[in-house]
T-cell receptor
Framework: DAGVIQSPRHEVTEMGQEVTLRCKPI?????LFWYRQTMMRGLELLIY????????DSGMPEDRFSAKMPNASFSTLKIQPSEPRDSAVYFC????????????FGSGTQLSVL | GNSVTQMEGPVTLSEEAFLTINCTYT??????LFWYVQYPGEGLQLLLK?????DKGSNKGFEATYRKETTSFHLEKGSVQVSDSAVYFC???????????FGTGTRLQVFP
């Protein structure tokens, strides 16, 4: 298996633009997590899905952030409009049966908002 | 709420030195505990886990014991290598919310 695949690896955009990050979880995994990593705040859980359904989005910072999982093999995290403080590395992770199981992380998307 | 506290880094060691990275947790109930490792430019990888009190997780020479009485899960390795240089994250899984809560990470730098 290719592991969790995220795209793009790097994204540079200007303030106010829409940004879409993509994730393909490992086939057969039914839980998907979006994390944000910054020097100041460390790793923050933004949202997670179980069987394609959002279970907890309490970590989503504000309404500018939205996430979808239209099917078991694809998820997106969208920021509209983007702001410089959104600059971070965004990780997607998947697992079998939730957080108690081993999480497999993608390589992340390095987002820079100028 | 549930939380994880790790020692601040960086931890700087010479090759073959003994490593300890402290981790304590606050949780209701009985969470599972994890150590994840992040190598430069990569995502996190599970290093080891323990699911109940007194369990010892081990992998690649690293060990950590689930200590309920001290609410700790310290990471140890007897002899570190340059290739162990990475950021190490302690984490717990909240059984009620099914979330994985990470500490802030500790950077380890090993020099030859």
């Amino acid at each position: 298996d290719a592991g969790v695949i995220q795209s793009p690896r790097h994204e540079v955009t200007e303030m106010g633009q829409e940004v879409t990050l993509r994730c393909k979880p490992i086939s057969g995994h039914n839980s998907l997590f979006w994390y944000r990593q910054t020097m100041m705040r460390g790793l923050e859980l933004l949202i997670y899905f179980n069987n394609n359904v959002p279970i907890d989005d309490s970590g989503m910072p504000e309404d500018r952030f939205s996430a979808k999982m239209p099917n078991a093999s694809f998820s997106t995290l969208k920021i509209q409009p983007s702001e410089p403080r959104d600059s971070a590395v965004y990780f997607c992770a998947s697992s079998l049966r939730g957080a108690g199981e081993k999480l497999f992380f993608g390589s992340g998307t390095q987002l820079s908002v100028l | 709420g549930n939380s994880v506290t790790q020692m601040e880094g960086p931890v700087t060691l010479s090759e073959e030195a003994f490593l300890t990275i402290n981790c304590t947790y606050t949780a209701t109930g009985y969470p599972s505990l994890f150590w994840y490792v992040q190598y430069p430019g990569e995502g996190l990888q599970l290093l080891l886990k323990a699911t109940k009190a007194d369990d010892k997780g081990s992998n690649k020479g690293f060990e950590a014991t689930y200590r309920k009485e001290t609410t700790s899960f310290h990471l140890e390795k007897g002899s570190v290598q340059v290739s162990d240089s990475a950021v190490y994250f302690c984490a717990l899984s909240d059984r009620d919310t099914d979330k994985l809560i990470f500490g802030t990470g500790t950077r380890l730098q090993v020099f030859p």
